[in-house]
């Protein structure tokens, strides 16, 4: 677990069960290509590089600081790493970047998707609701619009349909409408903000299950501020496309809208495209990939006991069968 003067800072999720699963992949070829998509701090990364002494990393993270900070920690293992500030969509380039084609170059790849450990611990980022701060969630914060931005511009139509979609918020409406009425008076700055009124409008028995009434609304806004699912959906194509023949991806999510993107992607690779009505399968129509996970893995009681962050993770995962080099 990596630490900094103010105590725990990063337990990575599943890791043991990541690396029973690409383990194989990175052992069975000397200087094999592991791409880390959501490096974060480095955890992670920090065990791969460790464990097998004769990978490459390439690491990705739209994060200025996170990049910064898992450089240093990775920095024993300098001559074994690339670094590249981009979302986890800017895998290809990313490849380019280090030397590497950006099809079949890579043995493993991990997804560990939504917010970081260290994004949910800084304060001044607005990501959690149990927190007053600044209205940002933007995971890069040289870029783009802040959640703030997003309650103070969007039409009632825009930020129903995000919190309903993005959020599953059954109450959408009645909070896109009050979200406009304050607005007029006083634009939206800090969390303490958005919460008050989230109290405010979300009926008392809705509030006393599913958790804090200020979850699915910061889920919302988080995911629209850093387009997520937008650049899961074509990051997914894209890590596929990279693996190798042999190679293995596991994808960690933590909410059902990403997990199903996933799986939809998943599923969509590892089917025949031969038609039903012909009796043999046709070449280069095979299934590209075999699923390793049965469903949706999820933590043990033991883990989410040590790292309560784990409690919502799907890790999906599947191994690269066929493609243009093994045809």
């Not at 490459?56 to 910064?68: E, S």
């Not at 998707?113 to 959690?128: C, K, N, P």
Request: with cysteine; glycine share 8%.
């Amino acid at each position: 677990m990596h630490r900094s003067s103010d105590g725990p800072r990063h337990v990575p999720v599943l890791l043991h069960r990541a690396d029973e699963i690409l383990g194989p992949a990175l052992e069975s070829v000397d200087g094999a290509v592991y791409v880390d998509c959501t490096l974060g701090l480095g955890g992670h990364a920090e065990y791969f590089l460790r464990t097998y002494p004769n990978i490459r990393l390439v690491g990705l993270d739209r994060d200025t600081n996170a990049l910064k900070l898992a450089g240093e920690r990775l920095q024993p293992f300098a001559d074994r790493i690339t670094l590249v500030h981009t979302t986890y969509d800017g895998i290809a380039g990313a490849l380019e970047q280090a030397g590497l084609s950006a099809k079949g170059s890579v043995r493993g790849i991990l997804m560990d998707l939504g917010v970081s450990s260290m994004q949910l611990d800084e304060a001044d980022r607005g990501f959690a609701y149990s927190i007053d701060a600044p209205l940002d969630m933007r995971m890069d914060a040289t870029t783009g619009p802040t959640a703030a931005d997003v309650l103070n511009t969007y039409s009632h139509g825009d930020l129903a349909r995000v919190l309903k979609i993005y959020g599953e918020e059954r109450f959408a409406g009645k909070i896109a409408s009050e979200v406009l009425r304050r607005r007029q008076r006083t634009p939206f700055t800090t969390s303490a903000q958005l919460v008050e009124l989230l109290y405010d409008t979300i009926p008392a028995a809705a509030r006393r299950t599913g958790g804090h009434p200020a979850k699915r609304t910061f889920q919302a806004l988080r995911v629209e501020v850093n387009r997520e699912l937008e650049s899961l959906e074509a990051a997914m194509p894209a890590a596929l496309d990279a693996l190798a023949p042999g190679g293995r991806i596991v994808i960690m999510s933590y909410q059902s809208l990403e997990d199903r993107v996933v799986k939809t992607e998943l599923a969509k690779r590892s089917v025949s495209r031969t038609p039903l009505d012909l009796p043999v399968e046709l070449p280069g129509m095979g299934p590209e990939f075999k699923i390793l996970t049965r469903g949706a893995e999820k933590a043990t009681e033991q883990e989410i006991e040590e790292n309560p962050r784990a409690a919502p993770v799907r890790m999906r995962a599947a191994e690269r069968i066929a493609g243009e080099d093994a045809q």
